[in-house]
């Protein structure tokens, strides 16, 4: 009698972990099949963010690198679609209203090339700095309030993680006459 009681509870118990297993498997190949967002994708949906495609190298260099629990990426320039989004010399060609939408724009550029790297961006610990390059005339002086385009991108989409040490560095030209460039070193996981 005590067998076939413990026999039928390990059979009931079979049964239930063989469920618990087909929930799991179905709610895994449900989520593949319809795109389940992380909490960042989720949160640029909400903000009508869509990130561009992540851009290839345009010279010999790989766009990111990773070492341990730190990620590199190249410096990003306002690069969309195959081709330069816009040039201007800041303090000449582009107000610093502009330059700040072109650093938004190139901060959304690094993060494509962030989550092709990583797969997903839920997996950004902390943006540890950003380096900012600004294209701009001799006199000058607000490259720090056309990096807040970007500095204030990544803390309204990280939050607390986005906070990060920058340096925001004026210089005669960047590649193809674009205003604005970027790198940033990350920690993931």
């Known amino acids: 009698m005590l067998l076939l009681i413990t026999s039928t509870r390990f059979a009931k118990n079979i049964v239930m972990c063989a469920i618990v297993l087909f929930i799991a498997l179905f ?7 319809y795109g389940q967002d992380g909490k960042i994708d989720s949160k640029l949906k909400a903000m009508s963010i869509i990130l561009p495609e992540a851009g290839n190298p345009i010279g010999s260099y790989v766009t990111w690198v ?8 190249s410096g990003h320039i306002p690069y969309n679609d195959g081709k330069t989004k816009l040039t201007g010399k800041l303090g000449r060609d582009l107000s610093v209203e502009e330059g700040n939408k072109v650093a938004r724009n190139v901060a959304l550029n690094c993060l494509a ?46 939050g607390e993680k986005g906070k990060h040490a920058r340096s925001a560095v004026g ?15 990350l920690e993931v996981e």
């Open 171 to 185: 210089v005669a030209s960047l590649p193809n006459g674009v205003p604005v460039e970027i790198e940033m070193i």
């Open 27 to 33: 709610s895994t190949i449900s989520d593949l099949a």
């Open 66 to 73: 990773r070492t341990g629990n730190l990620l590199y990426t």
């Open 113 to 158: 090339t962030i989550k092709a790297s990583i797969g997903d961006l839920d997996k950004v610990k902390r943006i540890v700095k950003v380096l900012g390059l600004v294209n701009s005339t001799e006199d000058f002086k607000d490259q720090p309030k056309v990096m807040n385009g970007a500095s204030d991108l990544l803390v309204e989409i990280f």
